[in-house]
């Protein structure tokens, strides 16, 4: 079984350039999550998805970061402008079913975001 | 006070002890715990969850919630090179999900 899949694995970009990340996740996996994790420290959840509904975006800064996931599978997390203090890497995880955390997060292997 | 907190480390032990990794949280309802370890360099991955008071194993591993004191911890046995790594603690709070800092380990052969 494939697991959760994410690109691009680096980015480099100038800042208040725009960027885009992928997630798609395991195959049949109802719960989405985007995480961010700077470097010593724990990821920190940015938005959760149950099928196509965004049920918790209360971490996401929404002047500048948007989601999507239309069709319940495969996500977009965007960034625009980015600014320095957003490098960090960009998690995605997903989990089989809905309802809360209690199931099992699998993670993808992250986007590392450089903003210059 | 930070909804889940961990001492940062490094903690350091020699192959075969056993390794304890203590965490703490903010929320005494909070009913859920993971521990998750991450490689450098690679993501999280689950290791164990806990969700009654007193201890859980697996393997070498073994979880012990205190809800009472608000801190949950996991203990390492037999000590490998290979479990060196950083172990995130993580809790749900209210319908939140935080995840500590994490605790270094470094097993010395």
């Known amino acids: 079984e494939a697991g959760v899949v994410q690109s691009p694995r680096y980015k480099i970009i100038e800042k208040k350039q725009p960027v885009a990340f992928w997630c798609n996740p395991i195959?049949?996996?109802?719960?989405l999550y985007w995480y961010l994790q700077n470097l010593g420290q724990g990821p920190e959840l940015l938005i959760r998805?149950?099928?196509?509904?965004?049920?918790?975006d209360s971490q996401l800064p929404k002047d500048r970061f948007s989601a999507e996931r239309l069709k319940g599978v495969d996500s977009t997390l965007k960034i625009q402008p980015a600014e320095l203090g957003d490098s960090a890497v960009y998690l995605c995880?997903?989990?089989?079913?809905?309802?809360?955390?209690?199931?099992?997060?699998?993670f993808g292997p992250g986007t590392r975001l450089t903003v210059l | 006070q930070k909804e889940v907190e961990q001492n940062s480390g490094p903690l350091s032990v020699p192959e075969g002890a056993i390794a304890s990794l203590n965490c703490t949280y903010s929320?005494?309802?909070?009913?859920?715990f993971f521990w998750y370890r991450q490689y450098s360099g690679k993501s999280p991955e689950l290791i164990m969850f806990?969700?009654?008071?007193g201890d859980k194993e697996d393997g070498r591993f073994t979880a012990q919630l205190n809800k009472a004191s608000q801190y949950v911890s996991l203990l390492i046995r037999d000590s490998q090179p290979s479990d060196s790594a950083t172990y995130l603690c993580?809790?749900?709070?209210?319908?939140?999900?935080?995840f500590g800092t994490g605790t270094s380990l470094t097993v010395i052969p």
């Open positions: 998805y149950e099928n196509e509904e965004a049920v918790d």
């Open positions: 993580a809790v749900i709070i209210g319908n939140q999900f935080y």
């Open positions: 995880a997903s989990s089989p079913r809905s309802g809360g955390f209690s199931d099992t997060q699998y």
């Open positions: 806990i969700y009654s008071n």
């Open positions: 195959s049949g996996h109802n719960t």
């Open positions: 929320d005494r309802g909070s009913q859920s």
